[in-house]
């Protein structure tokens, strides 16, 4: 899996409005993080978003292009629940899923073409 990072250049609010994120999910996003799967081969293992750089407790939403893939979400020693993330979903974890769950994206044997994933989040670092 590739990994790109940008933050949201100001003035460029549309980046998530575009999207709907901020509107929708009523949460204030500044950086923008792109995952290229480019086959079923690529992957995220089970995690949480959990860098100091994003605060306490953050939402985090994200938005899948191309491919569609099983994304899976566990409370923390629980049983996954499967979500299949299609062109154009948005999905959103809310404050605390963070502390409380963890996520994977798993290889799939399927033949899937590329997937793009970017996940809106907060940032409390400088910058503008
Ligand atoms: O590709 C996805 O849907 C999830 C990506 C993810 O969990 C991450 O970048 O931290
Ligand atoms: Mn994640």
Not at 89 to 102: A, N
């Amino acid at each position: 899996m590739r990994r790109l990072t940008y933050s949201i250049p100001k003035g460029y609010v549309n980046a998530t409005q575009m999207c709907h994120a901020n509107n929708i999910t009523g949460h204030k996003f500044r950086i923008v993080i792109g995952n290229q799967y480019r086959s079923g081969i690529d992957s995220i293992g089970w995690h949480s978003d959990n860098e100091p750089s994003m605060g306490f407790n953050p939402a985090i939403a994200s938005i899948s292009l191309g491919s569609c893939r099983k994304f899976q979400i566990k409370p923390i020693g629980g049983r996954p629940t499967d979500f299949w993330l299609e062109h154009g979903s948005l999905l959103v974890m809310h404050p605390g899923c963070q502390s409380t769950h963890l996520h994977q994206v798993p290889k799939t044997n399927k033949v899937v073409s590329t997937r793009i994933n970017l996940t809106f989040r907060p940032h409390t670092g400088g910058g503008k």
